[in-house]
């Protein structure tokens, strides 16, 4: 039977992997899954020895047939794979070569040898059989991904990060003290091994390379340079043992290192920050007519939180407005609302309860604005706490409503 007549893969898990650059989910094929593991391991490079990143998937025919790989990546492993055209494809088949191979059954009796090699056999036409069209595979749209990130709270990110282990590894009690008397994630950790630990290095390295970009240039210096010797640190350690071992100075990383990285995190917010030190910089939009000021313009393909204060009924300013862009178009949703038209603000109270009438403007000549940039995935909570903290006049979603008494 020809390679075309064959059964066909109709689709692939990515279920586990310890490359936090992986994105788990379904594939059309091997080489469109493929090509989503290529970009990961450009990203985030495998291990040069151990710990190798473990990848735990299955790949499914149209006829109902099955493989379960469980593969073990090295940097090793990733070259090699380049000749397979992947590093599934080259899991799967060095697993049926192997297979398929009768010098893998030494001593066996014949008749077993002649069922595996044939299973093997089996799996190798298959593989060839889907290589057909593999640019097409590959050129299949990657579903989008969001990176990891610490913001905007990185306490929290972090508690997140070690309830991932709390459930499956035993909680040690920490022998030394917790930094805030309070803070209960300062007393116990999870007891990870190298596997979870390389998870973590990961996935914070990735965390920062993106949300540094928020702060200044000095101040993300100094939280890098801080996670780097420990990244180091850990790494040294890490060279000793297997994926499964416990890691030998859990303590030293969740009651220590990890919640000093959140301190300087925190500290290097907090000059840009409203929400840490109370204070907004407000600037002027400038006149009608005329073109924006710079800091304006340099908004053009950003994401962030705006606020505008603009002159109340006594004359006095006053905060009327928050909103935010995730879709890099900080520019446009902040300027539109200096736009000529405007909506009567009978629209405001009359009754209507659902979202915010976007075409609500300001004039230009009277009011401020202060805006906050963040990571795209992050401007829509940064919007709710500003709503939340400086309940401006005209925002209807996202305010506390006070209890009226009967």
């Given at each position: 039977m020809s390679a075309h007549a064959r059964p066909r893969v109709e689709r692939v898990h990515i279920t586990v992997s310890d490359n936090p650059a992986v994105r788990p989910g379904r594939y059309a094929s091997i080489a469109h899954a493929d090509a989503m593991l290529e970009q990961a391991y450009a990203d985030v490079p495998a291990p040069d020895g151990r710990p190798f990143h473990l990848l735990l998937g299955s790949v499914h025919?149209?006829?109902?047939?099955?493989?379960?790989?469980?593969?073990?990546?090295?940097a090793r492993f990733v070259r090699e794979a380049a000749a397979d055209g992947g590093i599934l494809?080259?899991?799967?088949?060095?697993?049926?070569?192997?297979?398929?191979?009768?010098?893998?059954?030494?001593?066996?009796h014949p008749e077993l040898v002649a069922r595996y090699t044939a299973e093997g056999r089996e799996v190798l036409a298959r593989i060839e059989a889907d290589a057909i069209d593999d640019e097409a595979h590959r050129n299949v749209a990657v579903p989008a991904w969001s990176a990891p990130s610490l913001l905007p709270d990185p306490a929290v990110a972090i508690r997140r990060l070690r309830d991932r282990f709390a459930g499956r590894r035993r909680i040690v009690a920490a022998l030394g003290n917790a930094h805030d008397d309070d803070d209960r994630d300062g007393t116990a950790y999870p007891a990870t091994n190298h596997a979870d630990v390389r998870y973590v290095t990961n996935y914070v390295t990735i965390a920062l390379q993106g949300d540094l970009r928020t702060v200044t240039p000095t101040a993300a210096g100094v939280v890098w340079n801080h996670w780097r010797a420990v990244r180091d640190t850990i790494e040294t350690i890490l060279r000793v043992g297997d994926a499964t071992d416990e890691y030998t100075d859990n303590e030293g990383l969740w009651v220590r290192q990890l919640p000093a990285l959140v301190r300087l995190l925190d500290d290097a917010r907090a000059h840009d920050s409203p929400l840490r030190n109370g204070r907004l910089t407000f600037r002027p939009?400038?006149?009608?007519?005329?073109?924006?000021?710079?800091?304006?313009?340099?908004?053009?393909?950003?994401?962030?939180?705006?606020?505008?204060?603009?002159?109340?009924e006594s004359g006095h300013l006053e905060i009327v407005y928050v909103g935010s862009s995730s879709a890099d178009r900080l520019y446009e949703t902040l300027t539109r609302h200096f736009q000529?038209?405007?909506?009567?603000?009978?629209?405001?109270?009359?009754?209507?309860?659902e979202g915010h009438d976007p075409g609500l403007t300001y004039e230009r000549d009277t009011a401020e604005a202060a805006v906050l940039v963040t990571p795209a995935g992050h401007a829509l909570e940064m919007e709710r706490r500003f709503i939340r903290r400086l309940r401006p006049r005209d925002n209807l979603v996202g305010q506390e409503v006070e209890a009226v008494p009967f």
């Open positions: 025919w149209n006829d109902g047939y099955e493989l379960r790989p469980r593969v073990y990546i090295s494809r080259h899991a799967l088949l060095a697993s049926a070569r192997a297979q398929a191979s009768p010098a893998s059954y030494r001593g066996f939009v400038g006149r009608r007519g005329e073109p924006y000021p710079p800091w304006v313009a340099d908004l053009r393909g950003r994401s962030g939180v705006y606020v505008i204060r603009a002159p109340g000529s038209w405007r909506r009567w603000k009978s629209f405001w109270r009359g009754g209507f309860t």
